[in-house]
């Protein structure tokens, strides 16, 4: 199962964090992804100064914001542009 944890800390709740918890959400579920992929929150991932970071089994990515997160969803889950992708 791929693991995939939103920065829910400080920086990142200002940056948008609620917001791409629940794009992530819908797309999890429109995807129907429950028994392929885990989301969860986090606290602080180390990346503060650069928007809400999302870890996909291992591999940071930063900079992601309710504009972008469909797209960084489909990119990293969906497409398999990433080692953790599901295809």
């Known amino acids: 199962m791929i693991e995939v944890s939103i920065c829910v800390g400080s920086s990142c709740h200002l940056k948008g964090a609620p ?4 794009i ?6 429109e ?3 429950t028994d392929k992929v885990h989301l969860k929150a986090s606290f602080c991932q ?9 870890n996909i089994d291992g591999e940071t990515i930063i900079g992601v914001n309710p504009e972008n997160a469909p797209i960084k969803f ?4 969906i497409e398999g542009d ?3 992708s599901i295809n």
């Open 19 to 22: 917001e791409v918890v629940n």
């Open 24 to 29: 992530f959400k819908k797309l999890h579920k």
């Open 31 to 33: 995807y129907e992804l």
């Open 46 to 54: 180390g990346h503060c100064t650069n928007g809400v970071a999302v």
């Open 74 to 77: 489909k990119e990293y889950l």
């Open 82 to 84: 990433s080692s953790g």
